[in-house]
Nanobody
Framework: QVQLLESGGGLVQSGDSLRISCAAS????????MGWFRQAPGKEREFVAA????????YYADSVKGRFTIARDNAKNTVSMQMNSLEPEDTAVYYC???????????????WGQGTQVTVSS
């Protein structure tokens, strides 16, 4: 089992950058593929980005491709996501997730963090 704790959220302006992180404890994060999802008020939780256990393969939602970059440091048991050119539409609670395979599907992840709020003002 693994516990996930997100950090780094905050309030930024449109066009700014922000980096959020996820620290894993318990079973080492290198055992799992990792993903980021987000949920805006009144909307369903949606896929943002994912990468496989060794970080060699990444997946992105079309809405963030070219702006967001997911990365992992297995030695530190952390996963991060660099978010550039942020837009008000990126405002959401961002969740870190761990599962056996990198996938865009929420159901593919067994463990979830509690989320970190990202707010982008126009």
């Amino acid at each position: 089992q693994v516990q996930l704790l997100e950090s780094g959220g905050g309030l930024v302006q449109s066009g700014d950058s922000l980096r959020i992180s996820c620290a894993a404890s318990g079973r080492t994060s290198s055992t799992y593929a990792m993903g980021w999802f987000r949920q805006a008020p009144g909307k369903e939780r949606e896929f943002v980005a994912a990468l496989n256990r060794i970080g060699s393969t990444t997946y992105y939602a079309d809405s963030v491709k070219g702006r967001f970059t997911i990365a992992r440091d297995n030695a530190k048991n952390t996963v991060s996501m660099q978010m550039n050119s942020l837009e008000p539409e990126d405002t959401a609670v961002y969740y870190c997730a761990a599962g056996p395979l990198a996938t865009r599907a929420r159901t593919g992840y067994s463990y979830w963090g509690q989320g970190t709020q990202v707010t982008v003002s126009s």
